[in-house]
């Protein structure tokens, strides 16, 4: 559990109701939570009229694959089918619709380069680009169902690649551009991508810095192994030179900008896969999550025009996410496009080449919707309120929060200093699995508290529940779980009891897996089982705890510690290593690491920590560098041989050890002790 858990004891706080003036013209009403409740499936038809459909569907869902209780040998398949029959093409529901509806010169990206560059590009603008990126994609031979890998920065041209790959039936595969080449060669190799789209380099904190060199790097990894990849498609970004591999390697510049803004979308099947998303699971090899057209582009405009009450032509809508992360698929792309946004893209860091960045940006183009994970919150908390103070934030009428748990204290703050006490804060919770939101506040319509989700959105289906799956509310028990000081009853299970449209439809490759990961648990119900600890208050709003797997939460990226021990055995001093997510003020939960030296390691003491830090950092990430490693004797191990987490991470956390009576040496924890 993340130690920036909501403080539990502290939910008898009073509720924000919504203003009377913003309830008055908000997108959501109760009318919407009416009309699910009385027929859910009738909703989300109406829902996904919000999209323009070449062939209409015949069915609203198919969810034969995922009969509850089905003996094992005839196992369903989990897979849902939404929309069946039903034919679209997701890049005309978020381009060309918009130019044919009168909009063309409606701003539909205001982007903001680290340098201090910037672009305006109208929905016009915007299809021809996408246009010609399709046209030239085409021109090398990629069909649909192909798999295209963008490793980019957040630059108009990685939406427009994601658009391109949308509006052929291409399935993208997004990988933030801070993975390190061996990671990105694991993503390229297990989706056979055909194409890579890349940059030259890309602008951090004031510099450049290369990122062709990580393409160039992974595609010849082990000794020029063979791989999928045909071509290298370069955006030039930062005109750093690079390497070029005649024949396989081709300049943005000179062929997709040469390309005719001409081109035609066609349909395709509700069904066809849009993208693949790859994310950590508890064992070291990255889930490839898939999702598919009319299910997830419905829920996306769905949830994006009712979660930030958007109103298109009106409201200068941010989500300061990256497009490598689901938050940005959604959020970014395919739900704020499918409703004719105007929103800003920055790309670099808030801190670059002062604080004020971000509010800086926010009265340049008076955002009105701002939506950010709450480790920034907690760092802007910590550079000090003047900072946003010095500014015009008037234009703020709504607030996000996502990709962990919320605290409070930084909710308090986000909305006294950024929300003027006014702006209404939505937490949103919701996975990469799940492809949009499922829970969250309707501003206008639902009373929020600091710290809640408060309570699934209308069409979605929620239950907290024990090991048994009772559901907690009604019962004596808790989950079995280490759930810590999550503070009152009713704690559980998160699972979701119903499926939802822009639900996952397996892991690439390896559907045992996502059988085994989701509906395992629950098998004997067909309840899919998130991975999160949640609790209802007294007052029955929900409160998201946090992974009960193990994966760690750091800065809202999802890291499983046997990712970053395998790093660390992967050095050649390293015997051991065990890794637990500690409570971090900002992040969130910070990495902490244990490790046994191998007895031949020379190198002790703090440069091998350096040493080991750097390792990491360079095989998986920059984001999942250890915040300490502690080198011990040692490490806590049940009489079976596994390795003790629960009690590294009250190590950890300076607590006193909770229940060492299954370990097979209690004693070994004076070593670690000792050697902290
Ligand atoms: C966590 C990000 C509490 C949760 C969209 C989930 C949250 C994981 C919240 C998914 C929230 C995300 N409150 N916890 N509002 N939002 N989480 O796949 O543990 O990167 O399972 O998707 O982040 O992370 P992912």
């Known amino acids: 559990m993340t130690g920036s858990s909501p403080d539990s004891g502290n939910t008898a706080t009073a509720l924000f109701e919504p203003s009377p003036e913003f309830r008055a013209d908000a997108n959501a009403g109760p009318e919407l939570q009416e009309a699910a409740d009385k027929d859910r499936l009738a909703f989300w038809a109406d829902q996904a009229a919000r999209l323009h459909w070449h062939e209409p569907w015949s069915e609203v869902l198919d969810w034969s694959g995922g009969a509850a209780g089905a003996e094992p040998a005839e196992r369903p398949s989990y897979v849902a089918k939404w929309f069946v029959g039903g034919q679209l093409n997701v890049a005309y529901n978020c381009v060309d619709r918009h130019v044919l509806d009168g909009h063309g010169d409606q701003v539909a990206i205001h982007f903001e380069g680290e340098p201090g560059d910037s672009r305006n590009i109208t929905y016009s603008e915007l299809l021809a680009e996408v246009s010609q990126a399709a046209n030239y994609l085409t021109e090398i031979g990629l069909e649909a169902g192909d798999r295209v890998a963008i490793y980019m920065p957040m630059i108009p041209e990685a939406i427009i690649s994601m658009l391109a790959c949308a509006r052929l039936g291409l399935t993208h595969s997004v990988v933030f551009a801070g993975f390190s080449p061996s990671a990105l060669r694991q993503r390229v190799d297990d989706a056979e991508a055909r194409l890579v789209i890349t940059t030259d380099g890309q602008w951090r904190r004031g510099k450049a810095a290369p990122l062709k060199e990580a393409v160039d790097e992974a595609l010849y990894a082990n000794g020029g192994t063979p791989h999928s990849v045909e071509h290298v498609l370069v955006v030039r970004r930062t005109n750093l030179e690079i390497e070029w591999t005649d024949g396989r390697d081709v300049w943005w510049h000179e062929t997709v900008a040469k390309a005719s803004t001409e081109h035609e979308a066609q349909p395709f099947d509700a069904e066809h896969p849009l993208f693949i998303l790859y994310t950590s699971g508890t064992t070291g090899k990255p889930k490839g999550i898939v999702h598919t057209t009319g299910g997830y582009l419905t829920q996306a405009s769905y949830t994006h025009h009712n979660v930030f009450d958007h109103k298109a032509g009106k409201d200068v809508y941010w989500c300061t996410a990256d497009i490598g992360w689901v938050t940005g698929h959604t959020y970014?792309?395919?739900?704020?496009?499918?409703?004719?946004?105007?929103?800003?893209?920055?790309?670099?860091?808030?801190?670059?080449?002062?604080?004020?960045?971000?509010?800086?940006?926010?009265?340049?183009?008076?955002?009105?919707?701002?939506?950010?994970?709450?480790t920034l919150i907690r760092t802007f908390m910590k550079w000090g309120r003047q900072i946003p103070q010095a500014h015009d934030l008037s234009s703020i009428r709504v607030l996000g929060s996502v990709g962990e748990p919320i605290n409070p204290e930084a909710w308090r703050w986000y909305r006294e200093v950024i929300g003027a006490n006014k702006a209404p804060i939505v937490d949103t919770w919701w996975q990469t699995e799940t492809g949009a939101i499922m829970i969250s506040p309707l501003?206008?319509?639902?009373?929020?508290?600091?710290?809640?989700?408060?309570?699934?959105?209308?069409?979605?289906?929620?239950?907290?529940?024990?090991?048994?799956?009772?559901?907690?509310?009604?019962?004596?028990?808790?989950?079995?779980?280490?759930?810590?000081?999550?503070?009152?009853?009713?704690v559980g299970y998160l699972v979701l009891d119903q499926p939802w449209p822009a639900m996952l439809r397996g892991i690439w490759g390896d559907?045992?897996?996502?059988?085994?990961?989701?509906?395992?648990?629950?098998?004997?119900?067909?309840?899919?089982?998130?991975?999160?600890?949640?609790?209802?208050?007294?007052?029955?709003?929900?409160?998201?705890?946090?992974?009960?797997?193990?994966?760690?939460?750091?800065?809202?990226?999802?890291?499983?510690?046997?990712?970053?021990?395998?790093?660390?055995?992967?050095?050649?001093?390293?015997?051991?290593?065990?890794?637990?997510?500690?409570?971090?003020?900002?992040?969130?939960?910070g990495i902490v690491a244990f490790v046994i030296l191998k007895g031949s390691t020379e190198n002790t003491g703090d440069a091998l920590v350096t040493e080991l830090k750097a390792h990491v950092s360079k095989d998986i990430s920059p984001i999942a560098k250890p915040r300490e490693i502690h080198i011990v004797p040692e490490l806590p191990k049940t009489r079976s041989g596994k390795i003790m987490r629960r009690l590294l991470r009250d190590v950890a956390e300076g607590r006193e050890l909770g229940d060492t009576s299954t370990l097979v040496d209690p004693k070994v924890f004076e070593d670690i002790r000792a050697a902290r």
């Not at 319509?445 to 024990?466: F, Q, R």
């Open 443 to 490: 501003p206008g319509v639902t009373a929020t508290k600091p710290g809640a989700a408060m309570a699934p959105l209308p069409g979605i289906s929620v239950k907290i529940v024990d090991d048994e799956g009772n559901d907690v509310t009604d019962s004596e028990k808790e989950a079995d779980f280490s759930v810590r000081s999550a503070g009152s009853a009713h």
């Open 332 to 374: 970014i792309v395919y739900g704020p496009l499918s409703n004719r946004t105007t929103q800003v893209v920055y790309e670099g860091t808030p801190n670059s080449p002062d604080e004020h960045r971000h509010w800086n940006i926010v009265e340049k183009y008076g955002v009105s919707i701002y939506y950010t994970a709450p």
């Open 511 to 589: 559907m045992e897996r996502y059988k085994a990961t989701y509906w395992e648990k629950f098998a004997e119900q067909g309840w899919y089982f998130a991975g999160d600890g949640a609790r209802y208050d007294e007052d029955g709003a929900l409160w998201v705890l946090g992974r009960v797997d193990d994966v760690m939460n750091v800065s809202g990226h999802r890291i499983s510690t046997s990712e970053v021990e395998s790093a660390l055995v992967g050095h050649s001093g390293v015997a051991e290593a065990a890794v637990v997510g500690a409570s971090d003020e900002t992040t969130g939960q």
